[in-house]
């Protein structure tokens, strides 16, 4: 057998049980230097038959015949991917004294032939197409919302610590349940407004959203309660919602009443500002000093009211795309019920 050196094999040794039971086959199957060769560049590197034909010189079918041997043999393991076959050698193989001698004559060979070298050029030339794709100029606008920005709300979903129920107040056109049902197992949405309600029945629907409830109505309404359900939601959102308010504060309040003990409010609005024309809107309010929003959420009873700016990029395009942008977290305690009262301690004697 060319250029392979045995040890001496401890009859007792280990050995995986997939090798041969008779020692003389494995030597037979190891005889050939072609499949020596393959057997160190499969022990480096996850590689193609056609890869690896091109590293032996050697033509498909043959690199194919050897590889089935050694397949055969339980060194090499094999995995389909489309119309392509990887090869890699099997995990328990190298166990064996005499695959390890095996793999070190191969792999001696593959230096002298410079094989093992030009692994490194086969790899690069695998991503030689992605680089070339993406070097392409793209055709959607870079400011465009990716069709499958579902699948990324999705996966960050795990990250979430209580994603049961979502509540949109306000939904509008359901622009934030394009958000929000990814993320959570049920949204429900709320708004006055059935012409309203009837643009994001249309928008849930082309998405195909089957968790959002819709529920027309004020936020004390008996309907919305049962579809948030007993325990409340896990996470309030109202987004621009607040400026039309004749009483935020009130507002603020009844979201909390929403609210599961522990659960989230995000509230989204402007800060202040001096546009008179957003009367025009249906502005109530022109804005809030984070000062104004935390006074609301402390006299809802909420905990650690935080404020944020958005950034202006992400405003979208709308006609109050140059008002400031902000977002006040909070949070309802734990000792709360969904209507905003503090739970009982206990029931004691005396």
């Not at 579809?227 to 621009?240: E, M, Q």
Request: glycine content about 8%.
């Amino acid at each position: 057998m060319a250029d392979l050196e045995l040890s001496p094999v401890d009859p007792g040794a280990a050995r995986p049980a997939d090798l041969p039971s008779q020692r003389w086959e494995l030597y037979r199957v190891l005889s050939e230097p072609a499949r020596l060769r393959l057997l160190a560049l499969a022990a480096d590197e996850e590689l193609s038959i056609g890869e690896l034909a091109e590293l032996l010189a050697e033509s498909q079918p043959n690199v194919s015949r050897h590889a089935a041997a050694l397949r055969q043999a339980g060194l090499l393991s094999d995995r389909r991917e489309g119309t392509r076959t990887l090869v890699r050698v099997a995990t328990e193989a190298a166990r064996d004294p005499v695959v390890a001698d095996a793999l070190a004559s191969g792999r001696r060979l593959c230096e002298r032939d410079g094989s093992l070298g030009r692994v490194a050029q086969v790899l690069r030339a695998r991503e030689a197409a992605a680089h070339e794709f993406f070097a392409r100029a793209p055709k959607a606008r870079v400011d465009a919302v990716p069709a499958e920005m579902g699948a990324y709300l999705s996966a960050l979903a795990s990250l979430l610590p209580r994603r049961h129920v979502a509540l949109d107040v306000g939904t509008g056109d359901g622009r934030l349940i394009e958000v929000l049902a990814p993320a959570y197992e049920r949204v429900v949405a709320v708004d006055r407004a059935e012409a309203q309600l009837a643009r994001a029945r249309e928008r849930v629907a082309a998405r195909g959203f089957d968790n959002v409830a819709f529920v027309e109505g004020e936020l004390e309404s008996k309907d919305l309660r049962r579809a948030i359900g007993s325990a409340g939601a896990d996470a309030v959102f109202a987004s621009r919602v607040l400026h039309h308010a004749p009483q935020p504060a009130k507002v603020v309040a009844q979201l909390a009443s929403l609210c599961a003990p522990g659960g989230a409010i995000v509230v989204i609005d402007y800060a202040r500002h001096d546009d008179e024309s957003m009367r025009d809107q249906a502005d109530a309010w022109l804005g809030f000093a984070p000062a104004e929003l935390k006074r609301f959420a402390v006299a809802a009873g909420l905990e650690e009211p935080r404020v944020a700016k958005i950034p202006a990029s992400l405003c979208g395009d709308g006609p109050d795309r140059h008002l400031p942008w902000q977002v006040m977290t909070t949070r309802k305690p734990q000792g709360r019920d969904r209507h905003g009262a503090a739970k009982p301690k206990g029931h004691g004697n005396g």
